[in-house]
């Protein structure tokens, strides 16, 4: 036992490092992929409450089955009942409804505006589960029916609804002027917001139309019995509604999920499932995959790198003890003695190991089954001493060849492994660009692991190219002043091939982190320019309508440069030679306004001369989307605005114009310069682009009193209702942040970038101490001879510089390179609103990767003069042994 604590005493240090090691790697393995699950999950669950109920709920929609035993609550659990459990499990709430429909439920004698014109008033009847839990009941009572033709339909309706349709309880009219309505109640809502009223939106509040002959629309509360009463003058639609909670899913659960919701297409109710949740969790699914994709290729690079400094703690703590293991091989101990020897040593490496999985495990988040692989690296930890051990004791000639002549023996063995290597990193960059990085069963590990393949290769072939170009260097030197140089630039072009291990784990440290910042560059760039797509401006002012003093005022705001009021239309009218295409989505502004507001927000987006230029003329030259181009088939149409057909032919056909939706593929884009000034007396704008940097409050401020003097100019429309909406480029570029899975992508890159810095001083620590032993007998020997202590660390500066800056270099280089190789596999338009964006360079990778190299130089003087302080190399000098020194 005495013997034990001796030689752990004796490589304590070493065995620290590993422990240290394999702390940090079980954190990484374990914490990190919960915390992306975790992030991941937060995203979805983001994504899926912000759709709306058409297509985050199942609803099966359909008519009443023959049969007298039908019930539709009944069918409510029946249907429920047959779901797979993926989906059955998750179900949070469901409803059944039935309603008339709508545009055939017409009234009378509501004492409405034009109430006795048929079909002035269309008040949908509907029944169902829920509102009495949804409602307080302000007056009155809820519904009661009688059954049969006794008495009228009882009906209740909001507070809001009761009082812009003039209606209290008592009043009654007649639906399709035979059936007697009569409300009974008054309610309030719980939450206007609340889903129970999403499909029944004018039950909530009724549209009340302007003086067009619009009809008004609403829907009021029955009953079944209420319902029975007019299944003979109207249809009724029946509905099952459930909704899933989110709060129960995750993306672990995805496919189970997605193929219940379509199954649940054909199974049970003869009705049609009316749902986009399937494709809406199909499409998280797939920036799900892009974003482990990411985060594996980081993880991977960063365990790699970890892997690499094990070896690198275990060669350190051989290389202490090779006297020792000579003298036992020279008294006859046997290679597997003398290996199990520090395999009882090398297992106290284990509790850290699990110390790290427990603080992983810690981590909050949805746990990934990566133990396995904390197990391989903590078995790599423990078997790596005695393995080298065993090497060691194997071939003494081995523990102590010199490191100056590294270089010159590169057997078959090393050579045919560096080519391997190679050949593994080429292969599987040929595989990522034809299949990417995930598979069915998840990411590929080997395929994960390419890029800092890439970055082992170009280390190994950066050592072999690098030496003879450094010993020329010092051949040079040595026709300057002093000896410095000379003598350092000569150890570098010779121990280069001694350090490839630390090199090798510096580049693919560096490629990491430069990898990480090249890809948040990239993304940061689509970002940006996505948001450019939605918002070409500094703001946007929104409303429902302005006066045309509006922009004037808005233009006076102090720090505003430029204005540009526009109209949009989401359902105009497109006409070809008389006949009625269907509907186009019109946006109309001033072309010329629009390109100096553009130009004074700095947006990159440069608008066609054909729109900034447009003058009026006997058809406006208009931008069409390649959709609406093929459907005129023609260049020539007419488009419906206001009220008021325009005709038009097709001055470009462009695939985007900002701010329409990016992807959109049916709109036409109307200069407002180029209709005659008699005809745009018809425009009213409904929004501005602002340029500069005005108060957003001022700006709301001022688009709501122009909203105001509109309202009261003729008349006020009844369903009107003052918002100004203002949004700011920062603001809308701040959603795409927040939006989806992006969380996990700054995670991913935040881990890269940090522990690739971390990892990358650590090997250049290792550098040092690979190559102090020599070092330091030159080092003793020079003092005697005259040299300083300041030209000794100029020494190792020039010693390790070249081969630091080298490794540095190459491992920016790959870093960048690698996301232009792999780009097809990483899938970056996920996380850029779809938009499809080159990798581009970010010029911090330069300033930064001098930053490390001035900060790793300084960390290797630090670890040097400790070192140099161990061995004390006064005695060395005296005594001519190491040994001597360490004793």
Do not use: C
């Amino acid at each position: 036992m005495k013997g034990w604590i001796a030689r752990v005493r004796a490589t304590a240090g070493p065995l620290a490092l590993l422990g240290t090691l394999t702390l940090l790697a079980g954190v990484l393995v374990v914490g990190a992929p919960r915390a992306a699950n975790r992030l991941t999950d937060e995203g979805l669950r983001n994504d899926i409450a912000q759709l709306s109920y058409t297509s985050r709920d199942l609803t099966y929609r359909g008519l009443k089955d023959k049969g007298d035993n039908w019930k539709p609550d009944g069918k409510l659990d029946q249907q429920q009942a047959v779901l797979y459990p993926a989906l059955r499990e998750r179900i949070e709430q469901s409803w059944w409804a039935a309603t008339t429909t709508l545009d055939e439920s017409w009234v009378t004698g509501t004492g409405l505006p034009g109430d006795n014109k048929q079909g002035a008033m269309l008040f949908s009847l509907r029944a169902g589960n829920g509102l009495e839990e949804q409602v307080d009941l302000v007056e009155g009572r809820f519904p009661k029916t009688q059954p049969g033709t006794v008495g009228p339909i009882e009906v209740v309706l909001t507070e809001w609804n009761a009082d812009k349709l003039r209606q209290k309880v008592g009043s009654t009219f007649l639906f399709h002027r035979e059936v007697p309505v009569q409300v009974v109640g008054i309610v309030r809502p719980h939450d206007e917001n609340g889903t129970f009223w999403e499909p029944a939106p004018f039950g909530l509040r009724a549209y009340l139309p302007n003086d067009d002959g619009d009809p008004y629309r609403a829907v009021l509360y029955s009953d079944e019995f209420g319902l029975d009463r007019v299944k003979d003058l109207v249809g009724i639609v029946y509905e099952w509604r459930y909704r899933v909670d989110t709060a129960k899913l995750d993306a672990g659960v995805l496919p189970e999920v997605v193929e219940a919701v379509t199954v649940a297409r054909r199974q049970g109710l003869d009705a049609t499932l009316l749902t986009s949740l399937d494709s809406q969790l199909a499409k998280f699914a797939d920036k799900a995959r892009a974003g482990a994709a990411l985060l594996a290729v980081v993880q991977m690079g960063a365990l790699i790198t970890l892997a690499g400094l094990v070896l690198l703690a275990a060669r350190v703590a051989v290389t202490r003890r090779r006297g020792e293991f000579a003298l036992l091989r020279a008294r006859g101990g046997a290679i597997a003695t003398i290996g199990s020897y520090t395999l009882l040593e090398s297992l106290l490496v284990v509790p850290p190991a699990v110390a790290g999985g427990l603080l992983g495990a810690a981590v909050t988040g949805r746990p990934a089954v990566t133990w396995p692989v904390l197990a391989l690296f903590t078995a790599l930890a423990a078997l790596a001493v005695p393995v080298m051990t065993m090497r060691t004791a194997r071939n003494p000639s081995f523990s102590g060849e010199r490191a100056d002549l590294a270089t010159a023996r590169v057997g078959v063995k090393r050579r045919t492994a560096e080519l391997s290597l190679l050949v593994l990193a080429g292969l599987g960059v040929w595989l990522l660009r034809s299949r990417g990085l995930s598979t069915a069963a998840g990411v590929d590990v080997y395929l994960a692991a390419v890029p800092a393949l890439l970055a082992a290769g170009a280390a190994v072939a950066m050592v072999r190219l690098v030496p003879p170009v450094v010993s020329r260097l010092g051949r040079l030197a040595a026709r300057g002043r002093g000896a410095v140089s000379f003598l350092g630039l000569s150890r570098s072009g010779r121990t280069a091939g001694a350090v490839i291990g630390p090199v090798a784990v510096l580049v693919v440290a560096v490629s990491t982190a430069v990898f990480s910042v090249a890809v948040a560059s990239t993304i940061d760039e689509g970002r940006d320019r996505a948001t450019d797509l939605r918002l070409p401006a500094d703001v946007k002012v929104d409303g429902y309508f302005f006066d045309d003093a509006t922009e004037a005022e808005l233009a006076a705001v102090p720090g505003v440069t430029a204005v540009s009021q526009y109209m949009v239309d989401g359902a105009s009218d497109l006409v070809v030679d008389q006949k009625r295409l269907g509907t186009v989505y019109a946006l109309v502004l001033d072309g010329q306004a629009y390109a100096k507001v553009v130009a004074d927000s700095g947006v990159d987006v440069t608008p066609p001369k054909e729109f900034t230029e447009a003058v009026p003329g006997a058809q406006v030259p208009v931008l069409v989307s390649p959709g609406v181009a093929k459907q005129l088939g023609g260049d020539h149409g007419a488009v419906t605005l206001r009220g008021r057909q325009y005709e038009f032919r097709i001055a470009a056909v462009v695939d985007g114009f900002p701010p329409i939706a990016n992807g959109a593929s049916n709109f036409i884009v109307v200069p407002w310069q180029a209709v005659q000034t008699d005809a745009q007396k018809a425009f009213t704008p409904n929004g501005y682009l602002v340029a500069g940097d005005p108060d957003p409050e001022r700006l709301r401020e001022v688009g709501a009193a122009g909203q105001e003097r509109w309202a009261n100019e003729g008349f006020r429309p009844r369903a009107y209702e003052e918002v100004t909406d203002v949004i700011t480029w920062e603001q809308a570029r701040a959603e795409l942040d927040k939006a989806s899975i992006n969380a996990v992508v700054t995670f991913a890159y935040a881990i890269g970038a940090g522990a690739g810095v971390a990892l990358a001083l650590l090997a250049i620590g290792f550098a040092v101490v690979s190559g102090a032993r020599g070092r330091g007998t030159v080092l003793s020997r020079l003092r005697t001879m005259g040299l300083s202590r300041g030209q000794g660390r100029r020494l190792l500066l020039v010693e390790l510089m070249p081969v630091v800056v080298v490794a540095v270099v190459t491992g920016a280089v790959v870093g960048t390179a690698v996301p232009h190789l792999i780009a097809p596999a990483l899938g970056l338009s996920q996380f850029t609103d779809g938009l499809s964006v080159g990798v581009t360079f970010d010029p911090v990778i330069v300033g930064a990767s001098l930053v490390l190299v001035i900060i790793g130089m300084l960390t290797a003087l630090a670890v040097e003069t400790l070192f140099n302080r161990r061995l004390r190399l006064g005695e060395v000098l005296r005594l001519g042994s190491f040994d001597a020194g360490e004793s």
